[in-house]
């Protein structure tokens, strides 16, 4: 039998059980169709959970993951990053192989250069000021689609992201940021559409509006992708528990500093990544918490740094909990910050569902 003790660390430990829940939740609370984002979990594994067995409408963010999921029958797929003009040739040979690969963009250049090689487009909405995308009101959005549009290409719709709902830290500001997302979008979709053009779709999302939102009026499918596995910094503004995190790292212990406060791991940045995403929130949860391999979180314990392949276990500050005496050769599991930023670092999940048990292993698309 095959455990959680068997793999040589560090590696991806995946709860199912966990995985089915954060997915039914949402989808139990949505009533407009969902356009998962793949990027956190770049599984085709995870993505037909999300579709009973099924492939289904998805969200990428690299040409590498929409060929992966395209060899895998995913057929409709949005490529939600701005398109640069040398990646045209990879979208083409996936259109012409059946894949209703839609670009997105955001200027004049970009929609030239789409409607050369004839491929439908979604313009961005800039609705909080976190990326790239018009703002709403801006003209240009009709420049931008007369150029799609006159050059053979096609204006699919809009498409917003309201990346700054990260940060807030209410369920207020959390609804608050999902009404903007929703209004910005519909406002740029209906000036679209009072210029002659149908702009059919209007897409919007990021897990936490995704969870929040009280009126999608206007919108016609939401994307989210972090929520198959949530994460500490989700769970720092109220999106899910630290208990719904589905993936965690396992390490080894394998040596104590005693005069610094330390436990040292296998496990450093290569392995959970440097993201300190909880740093600017209430409560700063260091490079993760630590749990041991059953998951029971050990009191204030958490990875307080990194190197490479080190990682450093200590007392959160200000605590006055005691340093466990932790042997060497002991497996913890590290709850990471940012789920996309940790998985990243893999190339493979080890699937449990509740228990220690290794069920299966799920391979990860890497690359761009």
């Known amino acids: 039998m095959t455990t959680l003790a068997t793999p040589m660390t560090p590696f991806l430990a995946l709860d199912k059980g966990k995985l089915e829940a954060n997915v039914a939740r949402l989808r139990g609370r949505l009533k407009t169709p969902l356009r998962p984002h793949v990027k956190t979990a770049k599984s085709v594994e995870v993505a037909r959970i999300l579709f009973d067995g099924q492939a289904g409408p998805i969200t990428v963010s690299t040409l590498a993951e ?24 990879r979208v083409v ?15 004049v250049a970009q929609a030239a250069s789409v409607a050369r090689a004839r491929i439908p ?11 790239g995308g018009i703002v709403p009101g801006d003209p240009v959005a009709a420049e931008i689609a007369r150029t799609l549009h006159n050059g053979g290409g096609e204006v699919r719709g809009v498409l ?49 509006t995704a969870h929040f939102a009280q009126d999608l009026t206007g919108v016609t499918e939401v994307r989210a992708g972090n929520f198959v596995f949530f994460d500490l910094v989700m769970a720092g503004i109220g999106v899910c528990d630290v208990e719904d995190l589905a993936m965690t ?13 330390w436990i040292l791991t296998d496990g450093g940045w290569m392995a959970t990544s440097r993201d300190r995403g909880t740093a600017r929130q209430r409560v700063d949860q260091g490079y993760g918490l630590v749990a041991n391999l059953d998951g029971v979180l050990l009191d204030d314990l958490l990875m307080t740094d990194a190197s490479q392949e080190h990682g450093i276990l200590s007392v959160r500050p200000g605590s006055t909990a005691e340093l466990p005496d932790i042997p060497v050769g002991t497996r913890l599991r590290i709850l990471p910050n940012h789920a996309c930023a940790t998985a990243a670092q893999h190339d493979q999940y080890q699937v449990t569902d509740g228990s220690r048990t290794i069920q299966a292993v799920w391979p990860r698309v890497r690359g761009w």
Request: one cysteine or more; aromatic letters at 6%.
């Open 93 to 107: 040979a996936l259109r012409e192989r059946g894949v209703d690969l839609v670009v997105l963009l955001d200027s």
């Open 249 to 261: 790292v396992v390490t080894t212990v394998i040596g104590h500093r005693p005069d610094k406060g």
């Open 121 to 131: 487009a979604l313009i961005e909405v800039d609705c909080d000021g976190h990326r």
């Open 160 to 208: 917003t992201h309201a990346g700054e709902s990260y940060f807030a830290d209410s369920p207020a500001a959390l609804a608050a940021a999902a009404d903007n997302e929703r209004r910005c979008a519909v406002q740029v979709a209906d000036f679209l559409r009072a210029e002659g053009f149908q702009a059919p779709v209007v897409s919007v999302g990021s897990t936490p």
């Open 66 to 89: 929409a060929e992966a999921f395209a060899a895998a029958g995913f057929t409709d797929i949005l490529y939600a990053v701005g398109i640069a003009p040398d990646k045209l040739d």
